[in-house]
């Protein structure tokens, strides 16, 4: 039966169930990868079979070498394939990029697969993860499908980084490495007697800890190490490829690779699998143990089987089902998993190596845990909160492994702590993590969580300018206004709206926890900080955005470039800064001067030179990311502000606008890849206009997935329950939910029989008309006992509140 194929452009499609997206043609406008990782080793792969490898920290310890450039795309761990003929073929398509006769690469969860034809041998190779060994595994299928009996020779081929990545001194570091080969473990073994890390006694002191093998099912007819004996040529006809058997060359000295020579007789219509290992274990005796135990082909179907079962677990725990299958297929999976995989495990892609954590990012990233795992989002918090100083200040990003970090004047960061609280107290209910004791960097005796949020609260407020606005320090969520306020003078009204949030959520849980005169106080700052971002943010139709530390403003009509920015529009209602009037006046702004085809751009018009009081922003290129560029993240509060305040429509559309499902239609034009999120699409400022770039590793994975869930279809969580108060397409005839929330399952059907855009006019619980709790347009459901599963039915009806 023909595969059904969904929403397929000349590159490839989403298979039926939408659990992996398959390319067709190798030649996508950029690599079109997958990231995978258990979150501990993991691995970037793209359509062409490039990419790279690393433990733990995709920077500090890159296992192979790998360079930035998104168009030759030619570093990776290959396997050639030569046949008797000598013929000569990738079994992913780089390096050798011969013609296939067919070709597929599909990129699913935890694994990614190419299927090809080539001289009448079929080959899938499948690159994955085990869940718990550190290494990855790549399973080679080779089927026979000519009429005669061929002798194939398998050549693997990769470059050892084993360390810091990119190893621009690579002669220096090339002469630390050692390689040997394990004939029992059939397999490279290579280590390394220097890492770039500081230590007691002193940089450049310590070993690489862990010992790299590359390893083969079949015991290897050959092998080398030294990149000069086998490459000779070039990477696309090596000549160890060419030769009978490889140099069989280890030791020291050598510019280090892997090549492991493997030989396989097929006769007409044989099959046969070959798994080679690539990894970096704690011990010689761990590398030997791991390489050994995917010898055995059934050991490596049994490990890719618990990958899908564990992506099946997690990305199973929330589904909704709407008339639109492009929403479905990105919040039920593929936003989960770019969330997961490639910010909070992998932390890594092609656009940006990345390996730190940012101390704002991956705490946001990590509420795509609170609905699906929230002990994750637990872990998180607790995890950054150890990176807060106790002055309240944070590092801006840290290195696992070193613990170094950037410890900078960003205005924001910190407060994303109390933020992420927030969110996962309602949740979870979880007070008592309020009550857990964690160091600060400088302090090890610490604080309760409690008093880590205070902190952060407590010093954004006090660094306030003369009337009151906060000021915006070395840059606040926008990284690229570096400049605007670094005499700290120039002020911030998207700070300004991000702290009343925050104000207002911690006074109701002070009070809840019982601290009244802190809940007393934080109301109370909240109410004056309103009172001055309506009086002096108010630019007349909009708010403006920020001060320079001149007092020149940015984002305001006075401004020729950078006139208006989306952020002090959205936040203003998400916050609860604006009342309804201006709500709808500063979305109006956004729908009349932010909004084009690919989305909500971030600001405009974009600047066209640099400009060093406001910083790096100003030095993209017109269009380009924070430059007047779709910001996806950004983008995504668009999504949450206008369903806020009740634009049903607008909330869809921009929502549509950014889904890469969406975008993705047009890939010539978008180029990058249709199933996860950009960072950025270029605005009409640029010529690439409606480019995509920078995808995976943007905050907006989480984010877009939240503001659906929580914003368009109105399911959320509060302190009192879990909340229903969609904001729809007034032609949805409905949608459903099934969704976690305190432990007990709810199966929520939304029914719209009367084409409204929000609003509850009927409740039944299990078959039972229910009272119906309002809290403005919305209803707050009971909360059940923990393991019990219920049915929700809602009926919408616009209604006055
Ligand atoms: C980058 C940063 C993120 C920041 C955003 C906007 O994505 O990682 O922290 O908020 O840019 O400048």
């Known amino acids: 039966m023909p595969e059904r194929k969904l929403f397929a452009t000349k590159y490839g499609h989403f298979s039926a169930d939408g659990r992996e997206y398959v390319i067709t043609d190798p030649r996508t406008p950029r690599p079109w990868i997958n990231v995978i990782s258990n979150g501990d080793y993991g691995l970037t792969f793209s359509q062409a079979g490039s990419g790279y490898s690393w433990r733990t920290h995709a920077q500090l310890n890159r296992l192979t070498r790998w360079e930035q450039d998104l168009l030759r795309d030619d570093w990776g761990k290959y396997i050639y394939i030569t046949d008797e003929s000598g013929h000569c073929w990738s079994a992913g398509w780089k390096p050798v990029a011969a013609e296939p006769s067919d ?48 002798r194939l020779r398998l050549t693997t081929y990769l470059e050892w980084c084993l360390g810091v990545a990119p190893d621009w001194h690579r002669e220096f570091h090339r002469t630390f ?32 800890k862990y010992v790299a093998f590359h390893g083969c099912s079949l015991a290897p007819q050959s092998f080398d190490t030294d990149k000069e004996t086998f490459l000779g040529g070039s990477l696309r006809q090596p000549d160890g490829v060419k030769r009978p058997t490889l140099a069989r060359s280890t030791g020291k000295w050598l510019d280090p690779i892997a090549s492991l020579r493997a030989e396989v007789v097929l006769r007409p219509g044989e099959e046969r699998v070959v798994c080679f290992t690539l990894g970096a274990a704690d011990s010689l005796q761990e590398a030997q143990k791991v390489a050994k135990k995917y010898h055995s082909p059934k050991a490596a179907d049994e490990a890719l089987d618990a990958v899908r079962k564990r992506w099946e677990n997690l990305l199973g725990t929330v589904a909704v089902s709407t008339p ?10 593929w936003l989960k998993y770019q969330a997961i995989s490639g910010r909070l495990w992998g932390r890594t892609a092609y656009y940006q190596t990345g390996g730190a ?16 795992d929230p002990l994750r989002t637990r872990e998180q918090i607790l995890l950054h909160s150890r990176h807060q100083f106790k002055d309240g200040s944070v590092y801006h990003w840290w290195h696992p492994i070193t613990e170094v970090g950037l410890h900078n004047n960003m205005s924001d960061n910190l407060l994303w702590l109390p933020f992420v609280v927030a969110n996962y107290l309602a949740e979870t209910g979880d007070d008592a993590i309020l009550q857990e004791r964690q160091p600060f960097v400088d302090d090890v005796t610490g604080m309760t969580l409690f008093d880590h949020c205070h902190r952060a609260i407590d010093r954004v407020w006090g660094r306030r300018s003369p009337r009151g606005l906060p000021l915006i320090g070395a840059g606040d969520w926008n990284d690229g206004l570096s400049a605007v306020g670094l005499d700290m003078k120039g002020e911030s009204v998207w700070l300004g709206h991000f702290l009343h949030r925050i104000l207002l959520d911690f006074a109701d849980i002070a009070l809840r926890v019982g601290d009244r005169t802190r809940s007393v106080e934080y109301r109370g700052r909240a109410s004056v900080l309103r009172g001055v971002l309506n009086q002096e943010g108010w630019d007349g139709e909009w708010y403006w955005r920020a001060t320079k530390d001149s007092g020149e403003k940015l984002g305001s009509r006075e401004n020729k470039e950078g006139k208006i920015y989306l952020n002090a529009q959205t936040w203003a209602v998400i916050a609860d800064v604006a009342d309804e009037v201006r709500g709808k006046q500063a979305m109006d702004a956004v729908e009349k001067y932010l909004e084009h085809k690919a989305g909500p751009i971030l600001l405009a018009p974009a600047y066209k030179a640099p400009d060093a009081n406001i910083g790096y922003l100003s030095r993209y290129a017109p269009g380009a990311r924070e430059n007047g560029g779709v910001y996806t993240h950004a983008a995504t509060w668009a999504v949450l502000a206008a369903a806020k305040i009740g634009r049903g429509d607008m909330a869809y559309r921009l929502f549509s606008k950014i889904n890469p499902i969406i975008r993705g239609k047009k890939p010539d034009e978008y180029y990058a890849e249709p199933y996860v999120t950009p960072g950025n699409i270029d605005g009409p400022d640029s010529p690439c206009y409606g480019r995509g770039g920078w995808t995976w590793y943007t905050g907006s994975a989480a984010w877009l997935f939240r503001v659906a869930l929580e914003g368009l279809l109105g399911i959320r969580p509060t302190a009192e329950g879990l909340m229903v108060d969609p904001c729809i397409k007034p032609s949805w005839k409905g949608f459903s939910v099934r969704r976690m929330f305190r432990g007990a399952l709810y199966n929520i059907t939304v029914k719209n029989p009367r084409r409204a855009t929000s609003g509850v006019a009927a409740l039944e619980i299990d078959g039972v008309p229910a009272e119906m709790k309002f809290r403005g347009r919305g209803v707050v459901l009971p909360k059940f006992p923990p393991e019990t599963e219920h049915s929700i039915v809602v009926t919408m009806a616009e209604r006055k509140h």
């Open 103 to 150: 070709y597929r690469c599909r990129h699913g969860f935890g694994y990614s697969a190419i299927e090809s034809r080539n001289f009448g041998i079929r080959s899938v190779l499948t690159v994955f993860v085990p869940n718990d060994d550190p290494c990855e595994v790549w399973k080679l299928e080779l089927k026979n499908t000519s009429r005669r009996t061929r």
């Open 324 to 333: 639109d299958p492009a929403l479905d297929l990105m919040v039920n999976l």
């Open 177 to 208: 490495i050692e390689t040997e080969f394990d004939r029992k473990a059939h397999a490279i073994l290579a280590r390394k007697r220097l890492w770039e890390i500081p230590t007691a006694r002193g940089h450049w002191n310590t070993e690489w």
């Open 357 to 372: 954590f940012g101390f704002r990012d991956q705490l946001q990233d990590s509420q795509v845990f609170l609905p699906i």
